[in-house]
């Protein structure tokens, strides 16, 4: 009978005339979130005034477009001689920003060393496929051991080996459980993508470097 009469009310009027038993207490507390991992390092960026740039004509597949067309971009690090071109694509300015990404990584790896973004995301895309290919084993090695049992039940013989029983243990995690953060890596690698807009407005400006090739 209360709920009859309450739906033809105000909403808050209907809600007051509801017994408690049917309203529904609001949850102040929030969801329990998982195990997170410290952001990946900030992106690193070179100096201008520490490199000198040289654009020169490309070479190998592309066509015409490329051999004829000096959109392949050199660097030089002045302060430690380190050399560096890029030909990832077509476009001068696309090369020029991806050519300053790199060099402004490996000269971070080469001082931080294990604490350097590169190595950071490195080794976090290893323990992710680490861990994807320890999930498979898992779990052929629980459809195995269901074929097992079933053809035990019946009274046949054993199919075969369990995978993962091979006298190798697999090993767990450091806290003694998968780790499941691959849906936060995921998100994480989408936000650090490479992105075409890392450098803006860089300055164009020629260099009497001569043309050295790859290192």
Known sequence: MLPRIASRLPPL???????????????????????????????????????TEVFIHGGGTGGQKINK??????????????????????????????????????????EKGELSRV????ER????????AKKARRKYRKLEEEKNAAAVAAGGPVVGNIVGQDGEEEEEGED????????????????DEDDPDVVVDIPEKRSPVPQISNP
């Open 125 to 132: 895309a290893s323990k992710k496929k680490a861990s994807k």
């Open 176 to 191: 003694g459980e998968d780790s499941d953060d691959d849906d936060e890596d995921d998100d994480e690698e989408g936000e």
């Open 13 to 51: 009027t209907k809600r007051a005339c509801l017994p408690p038993a049917i309203i529904r207490p609001l949850s102040t507390s929030s969801p329990s979130l998982g195990k997170r991992q410290p952001p990946v390092p900030p992106r690193p960026t070179v100096n201008e005034e520490d490199i």
């Open 69 to 110: 067309t000096a959109s392949k971009v050199q660097l030089k690090h002045l302060p430690t001689g380190m050399v560096l071109t890029c030909q990832e694509t077509r476009s001068r300015t696309e090369n020029r920003k991806i050519a300053r990404r790199k060099l402004a990584e490996r000269l971070e790896e080469m």
């Open 119 to 122: 190595a950071v995301k490195r």
